[in-house]
């Protein structure tokens, strides 16, 4: 069965540092990767998605995303957080060709320091 | 309005209310779906409807019953519910069930208490 594991159930960086989430999947072929944000209160917004082709993927706000296959990883990064990126962050799988159903991982929680 | 709207936002029930929840897309997708979200859990998918037509259906207890008048609409009924069904309900919709490269779009959800 496919599976989604965010290693780190809460992250603190401080505003202007570096930031990498982790997502590791468990699927057989290649799925379709995706990246969730949710502020408190608010539903998902979409961040990025992964299909095929480049293996670098960039999204909004500032957020990029790497799959490498080796690994079975798909991390979030952004070189420089700001004080508004504090949510809760989700890495999701989908299976090619057996519908739309989109497996999540528990999520990380990111908090930004001053 | 664009995008994946739900009312209400926020909805307290005892667990003899019959409440409803609605969701409206305004993509023009033709797939909508109801996930669930409980602290602490992976985002549960709980029903999906494609073209009006009910695809999935997550092993979800009868108190929930879904809608699907039309593409745009989905609503979820709840009737004899439990505290445990306490949650944060989200609707999302995407072009197709099925198709390739598809994106769920999500609405900001209904936070449901049940007393």
């Known amino acids: 069965a496919q599976s989604v594991t965010q290693p780190d159930i809460h992250i603190t960086v401080s505003e202007g540092a570096s930031l990498e989430l982790r997502c590791n999947y468990s699927?057989?072929?290649?799925?379709?990767l995706f990246w969730y944000v949710q502020s408190p209160g608010q539903g998902l917004q979409l961040l990025l998605k992964y299909f095929s082709g480049d293996t670098l993927v960039q999204g909004i706000k500032g957020f990029e995303a790497e799959f490498k296959r080796s690994q079975s990883s798909f991390n979030l990064r952004k070189p420089s957080v700001h004080w508004s990126d504090a949510a809760e962050y989700f890495c999701a799988v989908a299976e090619r060709g057996a519908g739309t159903a989109l497996i999540f991982g528990k999520g990380t929680t990111l908090s930004v320091s001053s | 309005e664009t995008g994946v709207t739900q009312t209400p936002r926020h909805l307290v029930m005892g667990m003899t209310n019959k409440k409803s929840l609605k969701c409206e897309q305004h993509?023009?997708?033709?797939?909508m779906y109801w996930y669930k979200q409980s602290a602490k859990k992976p985002l549960e998918l709980m029903f999906v409807y494609n073209f009006k037509e009910q695809t999935e259906n997550n092993s979800v207890p009868s108190r929930f019953s879904p809608e699907c008048p039309n593409s745009s609409h989905l609503f979820l009924h709840l009737h004899t519910l439990q505290p445990e069904d306490s949650a944060l309900y989200l609707c999302?919709?995407?072009?197709?069930?099925?198709?390739?490269?598809?994106?769920?779009?999500f609405g900001p959800g209904t936070r449901l208490l049940v007393l």
């Open positions: 999302a919709s995407s072009q197709e069930w099925g198709g390739t490269q598809e994106t769920q779009y």
């Open positions: 699927y057989g072929a290649t799925p379709y």
């Open positions: 993509l023009g997708h033709n797939a």
